[in-house]
């Protein structure tokens, strides 16, 4: 074996081992101490970009469940104002049963007025609450509203054959029973539009059923009031505010009526049918079958697309549309605006007569409010449904990239060990290949 001095090949091969070593106790450090076995493209390109997007995705996940909790906030305050509503409508039941009773006198009912004025306008007040400087049920978060639409009441109750021209001693119940009314029996109509309440009584003789709606337009005098020209028969009942066929739920045939006018100041807000004997005593079996006309289709005014769109998706369309219906007094039929005057009239229950045709109003709007608030938790419990999910799926993902991208501390640590060891071995190892080259001055001396 030659000895040299110019080259210590030992050392530099020593020397590179240590740089190894080196490398490989600095990447040890890293992943120890940032707790990622990848902390850069450099140390698994593939495994990098895998990673990578698995973090936008999870991060994408988690502000979709932030942008459908928001979604969820919101829909509570609406949910609020609407419960707010309903709890006022009870109150408003209580009072127009209150003042449809004989004992009370006008002054009573005038006092009750007051009531129902204030109800009134607090119910407005409720649909005007916001949420981040959103009015979100004054009806300006509506669906798309193409065409006016008008209300629409169907009886179902009434025999299938019941036309428009069955005379009303002729009537039968929906199993067929004769429902008995008597030419010498009267009818009384009644119905609120507007805020004002029309009434009109006649004879039964022989009218029919198209007679008791055109008297009662005939009472109203002023056009645009009142009901269409007659009442339709079939199963077909019209075409709602979202432009979808409305039929009878189980498709057989029924009577239904229309509004003369459409849009929420043309709508009916309710309206009664009685028939009573000569006695004056009303005749409850029949009105029960002959008065059981219920809203089916529901007044609206045109409308652009002013629902909210919820992102709750990674990717574009992934949204929810929500759509908030109009909850102010007008489109509950609690109020209107006089087209002569143009002032703005309550629903009237000063009088006994107008407090009964007042009944049937306050049950609509309770049911519009309660479809409100049944449209509103749907879509709450949708998007509880939906942060669920978008948990559960960014908890997986994460669990997923977590395979990928963290550091396996024990076994990082045994490595970081054994390479401790060994960069110290070569230290020691280096020293001893410099010093193995002094021997070289051995032969230098005498």
């Keep these: ?71 969820m906030n919101m829909l509570k305050v609406a949910e609020g104002a609407v419960t ?23 002054a009573d009912r005038r006092t009750i007025q007051k009531e129902l004025d204030q ?81 009109t009584s006649y004879a039964v003789g022989s009218t029919s059923l198209a007679s008791i ?12 009031y009142g009901f269409a020209a007659a009442p339709q028969t079939g199963s077909f009942i019209g075409v709602d505010a979202t432009g979808v066929s409305v039929y009878t739920a189980d498709g057989t045939t029924a009577l239904s009526i229309a509004a003369a006018s459409a849009g929420t100041t043309g709508q009916i807000s309710g309206f009664s049918i009685s028939i009573s004997g000569t006695d004056g005593n009303v005749k409850k079996s029949i009105n029960q079958k002959l008065d059981a006309f219920s809203e089916t289709i529901r ?4 409308s652009g697309n002013h629902a909210l769109s919820l992102q709750i998706g990674t990717k574009s369309n992934q949204s929810i549309m929500v759509g908030l219906t109009d909850m102010r007094a ?70 997923a990239e977590s395979t990928i991208s963290d550091t396996d501390m024990a076994r990082e640590i045994t490595e970081y060990t054994k390479n401790s060891i060994l960069m110290q071995a070569a230290q020691a190892m280096l020293a001893q290949a410099n010093h193995s080259t002094f021997s070289v001055l051995s032969l230098l001396q005498p």
């Design 213 to 224: 709606f055109a008297n009662a337009t005939a009472a109203a005098g002023t056009a645009g």
């Design 330 to 399: 007008q489109a509950l039929g609690l109020q209107g605006t006089d087209p002569v005057t143009g002032n703005v009239k309550n629903l009237n229950v000063t009088t006994q007569e107008g407090a009964s045709a007042a009944i049937n109003a306050i049950d609509n709007a309770i049911q519009k409010a309660l479809d409100g608030q049944t449209d509103i938790g749907a879509v709450e419990s949708r998007l509880e449904n939906t942060v669920n999910n978008l948990t559960t799926a960014s908890e997986n993902l994460t669990a």
């Design 84 to 106: 707010s509503t309903v709890d006022i409508l009870k109150t408003l039941k209580e009072k127009v049963l209150n003042a449809a009773n004989g004992t009370n006198t006008t």
């Design 299 to 302: 007044a609206q005014n045109v």
């Design 1 to 71: 074996m030659s000895m040299t001095i110019k080259n210590n090949i030992s050392a530099m091969r020593i020397l590179n081992i240590m740089g190894q070593h080196s490398r490989a106790l600095a990447k040890n450090m890293q992943r120890i101490s940032s707790g990622s076995r990848i902390n850069s493209a450099a140390d698994d390109p593939s495994g990098y970009a895998i990673s990578q997007r698995m973090r936008i995705q999870i991060r994408s996940l988690d502000q979709a469940s932030q942008n459908a909790q928001k979604g």
């Design 119 to 199: 109800a009134i306008d607090q119910i407005n007040d409720n649909a005007n609450v916001t949420f981040n400087g959103k009015t979100l049920v004054d009806g300006s978060m509506n669906k798309t509203i193409r065409a006016a639409t008008t209300n629409v009441y169907t009886n179902q109750n009434l025999s299938t054959a019941s036309v428009a021209s069955s005379a009303l001693t002729a009537l039968r119940d929906r199993d067929g029973n004769l429902l008995d009314i008597k030419s010498s029996d009267t009818v009384k109509v009644s119905f609120v539009q507007n805020g004002r309440t029309f009434t």
